[in-house]
């Protein structure tokens, strides 16, 4: 992480959410980038690394934040970063529609020692809103270099890099105007350094300590407490005197900016109406928002299915399938296991994976758009309260709602909730969503098990699904998080016309994860399973599977589910859900139709048993292409095995519930 | 004063007070919601969370965070 070569420039890229931060960092790395997570850390982290007049740069994108107080843990990264690492340059994107509230992040970062350069975005969208920005006489007032963006149109981007990179090169003639804070607190700013005196940890600057303590900061104030104990006593007396310091601190700041931008900025008069306001009347009403959002769902799945489920048939049918058969062919030479592990376990594993695309980019295109229109604001504000509910956020629900499509871009797209705990109970609870495959699955059996009853049977499991859902995030939120209220306060951006080059890089990066990390342990799962289904003789009637499903008979009893072909149906749906038909396809002997499999299945269990296989299924563990993002997104597997038994109890205990009163009927 | 949950559609009031702990405290004077900042209520159903104008942005908060943040009605404030 440290500074490679002498020729290499690090940028780190700051800025608040909302600034169009990723669209810039888009148009200086295009493709060149890398995401991963920040060392250690569950938070995202884009690093592009590209040559500009022969000179390195190493752009790096740090966590959106409004402030660099210890508040968050982004805040933190975004600051450790800084202070430790040293980037040569901190390059600051902020709004022009919002510059009062977006200085606000400027004015912790020009205390650091980095120097730094503004670039002002969205200056279009500005204009159209009434506001005109004068960017020279905001440089004059700073003291630094301002350069307008539009970086939806890639305008002004290459001119912020080269200002980046000059006061990288001559980083001592970087002198700007900083925020002063008000007089009463300055002077116990300067009590405070004076007690620090030489007791701050290296790279630390002391006036920046001493504001911060003064702030009440956590990590700072520990880092003291643990490294200057005697000192901290004096401090900590102090600070005593001046609790509600930060407030002020926090106002006298918003006091400088008002100072340094008046002269540069002309605001439309007062009471102007602007798009947002008029797209918001019917955006964030309580009736006509909901009605938009089940418009736009319903939107997504007919393109799924029109679009992305065709090409997932076609990639199945017409290219996996062909490639398997005449892959077998090729090695019909080599022993049953080799070729068996190599076209069924992996080469159907990839296969697995590449089917799974189709729909992703159906699903990133449609995140990525909404996002950058800015829509997914006043979506989360419309099912903010449902969500609250069960300790969600707002945002939440989104992706939770993409989870009945597939599982695994809804695991992702919970990216898009900040809070930390909200985002881990989205990932948890999303794997009760029915996706298409479980819902092929109960589709494909109710008829023949419940005959005219099916259709009511398929509601009911659905909305059954939903209900332990709730059930299980309520009791998640109460229990395990101690009803810890998750804070809605969210920036509603302003409407603006969505770029095409920052959403096509938006599914590009996505879809490319998935297949990078998800992909090989999907591979590498398929594989295992498979030989689980083989080993030791070639034949599932007699693998290490089937002694599995065996040994799990007097479990499954409790459920109705006594007979081991259900078992380990249920078992290979972790391949995929869908596998659940082809499983019994198998152990059910050769059938001349579909149809007459599930008349045969049908004929195996009666009312109680079938109902509760049909609980258990739409409620067993998640596919291991959901485990597999469950782990990429969370960079724990402690995580994702979690959720296998959250999943597996959940399924169990609703299973045999089922199963027992149905008996009673 | 009343709480900004409280305060109707079109009113223009000044935060006087914040009440909660540290964390969400800073976390919205961050925001930008200061002590005697002036605030136009965009949005408020009564249920569900309300919608503010402050300085130039626009900010979605819960009610139970509107509950914490006390105000005062701006013609109120210049009459004293």
Redesign the interface.
């Known amino acids: 992480m440290s500074r490679q070569t002498k020729h290499t420039i690090t940028i780190a890229l700051a800025g608040q959410p909302n600034v169009g931060k990723s669209t810039v960092f888009n148009m200086l790395t295009g493709l060149n980038q890398h995401v991963g997570n920040w060392p250690g850390k569950t938070v995202e982290q884009k690093v592009g690394e590209f040559i500009h007049d022969e000179k390195k740069i190493r752009l790096v994108d740090l966590p959106g934040t409004?402030?660099l107080?210890a508040?968050s843990l982004e805040e933190r990264i975004a600051r450790d970063f800084i202070i430790t690492e040293r980037p040569d340059v901190i390059i600051v994107i902020t709004n022009a529609?919002?510059?009062?509230?977006n200085f606000?992040l400027l004015t912790e970062l020009l205390v650091l020692p980095v120097p730094l350069v503004v670039g002002i975005n969205m200056m279009d969208v500005a204009e159209a809103n009434g506001?005109r920005i004068e960017t020279h006489v905001l440089a004059a007032a700073l003291g630094v270099l301002v350069e307008p963006l539009i970086a939806s149109k890639n305008q002004g981007v290459h001119e912020l890099l080269e200002a980046a990179i000059q006061v990288a090169e001559n980083p001592t003639p970087f002198d700007p105007k900083r925020p002063k804070i008000g007089v009463e607190h300055q002077r116990v700013i300067n009590e405070i350094q004076t007690i620090l005196n030489g007791q701050v940890p290296q790279l630390y600057p002391v006036d920046w300590v001493a504001i911060k303590l003064l702030?009440?900061d956590s990590q700072v104030t520990e880092m003291i407490q643990k490294n200057d104990p005697e000192g901290w006593d004096k401090i900590h007396a102090l600070l005593l005197e001046h609790e509600d310091a930060?407030?002020d601190i926090?106002?006298s700041r918003?006091e400088w900016i008002g100072r340094m931008i008046r002269a540069a900025i002309e605001?439309p008069k007062v009471g102007a109406i602007t798009i947002?306001?008029r797209l918001?009347k019917v955006a964030?009403h309580?009736f006509w928002g909901s009605l938009l959002l089940i418009g736009i769902f319903a939107l997504v799945f007919f393109l799924t299915y029109r679009i992305a489920m065709p090409i997932v048939d076609w990639l199945g049918l017409d290219i996996i399938a062909p490639l398997s058969g005449w892959m077998k062919q090729l090695l019909s030479a080599t022993p049953a296991w080799f070729s068996g592990l190599l076209v069924d376990g992996i080469i159907n594993g990839a296969g697995t994976v590449f089917t799974f695309v189709p729909i992703l980019v159906v699903f990133f295109i449609v995140m990525g758009l909404l996002e950058d229109i800015g829509y997914m604001?006043r979506s989360a504000?419309v099912t903010?309260?449902l969500m609250?509910w069960m300790g969600l956020h707002?945002r939440s629900f989104l992706p939770l709602f993409l989870g009945f499509g597939c599982n695994v871009p809804a695991v992702m797209g919970s990216r898009i909730v900040e809070n930390r705990r909200a985002r881990l109970l989205t990932i948890m609870l999303t794997p009760l969503i029915p996706c298409t495959g479980r819902l092929a699955v109960i589709t494909f059996l109710a008829p023949a098990l419940f005959g005219k009853a099916a259709v009511l049977v398929i509601t009911s499991l659905v909305a059954f699904n939903l209900l332990i859902l709730m059930i299980t995030g309520i009791t998640i939120h109460r229990l395990v998080y101690k009803d810890e209220?998750v804070?809605?306060?969210?920036?509603?951006p302003l409407y603006h016309r969505p770029n095409l080059r920052t959403i096509s890089l938006f599914v590009w990066h996505n879809t490319l994860s998935f297949l990078r990390k998800a992909g090989s342990i999907i591979v590498i799962m398929s594989a295992f399973v498979w030989l689980f289904s083989w080993l030791p003789n070639g034949n599932i009637q007699t693998s290490l599977l089937a002694s599995l499903g065996r040994g799990l008979e007097p479990l499954g009893r409790w459920m109705g589910l006594g007979d081991w072909r259900l078992i380990v149906a249920l078992l290979t749906s972790f391949v995929a859900k869908e596998n659940t038909i082809a499983t019994l396809g198998i152990l059910f002997g050769p059938t001349s139709s579909a149809i007459g499999l599930a008349t045969q299945v049908a004929s195996v269990i009666a009312f109680p048993a079938a109902l509760a296989f049909l609980v258990v299924q739409m409620t067993f563990i998640p596919c291991m292409a959901t485990v597999a993002v469950i782990k990429q997104e969370t960079g724990r597997w402690k995580y994702a095995f979690h959720n296998l038994g959250l999943l597996l109890v959940i399924s169990f205990i609703s299973g045999t519930i089922v199963y027992q009163i149905a008996r009673l009927l | 004063m009343k709480s900004l949950g409280d305060a109707k559609v079109g009113e223009r009031v000044i935060i006087k007070h914040?009440r909660g702990g540290?964390?969400?405290?800073?976390?919205?004077?961050?925001?930008?919601f200061?002590?005697?900042?002036v605030i136009t209520v965009?949005?408020n159903?009564g249920?569900?969370?309300v919608?503010v104008a402050l300085?130039?942005?626009?900010?979605?908060?819960?009610r139970?965070?509107a509950a914490k943040v006390l105000v005062v009605m701006e013609s109120d404030e210049q009459a004293d």
Not at chain 1, 97 to 101: G, I, N, P, Q, Y
Not at chain 1, 487 to 492: P, Q, R, S, T
Not at chain 2, 55 to 62: F, H, I, N
């Open positions: 409004y402030s107080t508040n529609t919002d510059l009062e509230c606000y506001i702030e009440g930060y407030l926090a106002s918003y605001r947002t306001d918001d964030t309580p604001a504000y903010d309260r609250h707002g209220h804070a809605f306060i969210m920036e509603m | 914040l540290k964390d969400f405290t800073s976390r919205v004077a961050a925001m930008g200061t002590l005697g900042v965009l949005q159903y249920r569900g969370p919608i300085r130039d942005s626009r900010v979605a908060l819960g139970g965070e």
